[in-house]
């Protein structure tokens, strides 16, 4: 079935660096990635969707210039925490449309990001 | 926007059944999946329905009625290990998804 790997699994970091969070398409391709956002004891949120080469459309609130994405290939799209903040610390998910197999949506594992 | 709405927890005994019940209100449907999550794992797909009806898989089932914006999620002979976060989250028709804030059923021995 469609995998989608996900790194780092978790990660800690100070407050004012950057991160990178990569989302692998392993066997198939993946032109719609989407990157959701959960808080302690709450649901998935989506931050944005991205497309392969082209611009990531971003969720009402969500900062565009603080969460960098790239989705370059159709096997590869990343999300880059920019200046990260204690409240940025959250799990992180993507989740790749397959088009088949689990009716069409894939999860990586997620990323436990903290900010210190 | 999108309105999903499920109860926010369950507790029941092994062996027992659950009823986890959804309702949404959504600017498009084009199905409504349920998932398992474990407390910081990846959501796990359990089931989707996009007709009206019930859909049956071993011991979970899942109904759907569109009229009513309404879902429900049936767990059979409970299991501890069944105990996790369900989530209802709907295709709003332009493929994203958009999810309930989930519930999270206990499963006393």
């Known amino acids: 079935g469609a995998v989608v790997s996900q790194h780092p699994s978790r990660v800690i970091c100070k407050s004012g660096t950057s991160v990178k969070i990569e989302c692998r398409s392993l066997?198939?391709?993946?032109?719609?990635m989407f990157w959701y956002r959960q808080f302690p004891k709450q649901s998935l949120m989506l931050m944005a969707t991205?497309?392969?080469?082209?611009?990531?459309?971003?969720e009402q609130g969500v900062e565009k210039d603080k969460f960098l994405i790239n989705h370059a290939s159709l096997t590869l799209s990343t999300l880059t925490v920019t200046s990260a903040h204690p409240e940025d610390s959250s799990f992180y998910i993507c989740?790749?449309?397959?088009?088949?197999?689990?009716?069409?949506?894939?999860f990586g594992s997620g990323t436990r990001l903290t900010v210190v | 926007g999108q309105n999903i709405d499920q109860p926010t927890e369950m507790t029941a005994t092994e062996g027992a059944i659950v009823q986890i019940n959804c309702t949404y209100q959504?600017?498009?449907?084009?199905?409504l999946f349920w998932y398992q999550q474990h407390a910081g794992e990846a959501p796990t797909f359990l089931s989707y329905?996009?007709?009206?009806g019930l859909e049956e898989k071993g011991r979970f089932s899942s109904f759907l009625s569109r009229s009513k914006g309404y879902s429900y999620l049936l767990l059979k002979e409970l299991q501890m290990k069944d105990s996790a976060s369900y989530l209802c989250?709907?295709?709003?028709?332009?493929?994203?998804?958009?999810f309930g804030a989930g519930t999270t059923v206990t499963v006393r021995a």
């Open positions: 989740s790749a449309r397959t088009g088949n197999g689990d009716y069409g949506y894939t």
């Open positions: 066997d198939f391709q993946a032109t719609t």
């Open positions: 991205s497309n392969e080469g082209s611009k990531a459309t971003y």
């Open positions: 959504t600017s498009g449907f084009n199905g």
């Open positions: 329905n996009v007709l009206d």
């Open positions: 989250a709907v295709n709003d028709g332009d493929y994203k998804l958009s």
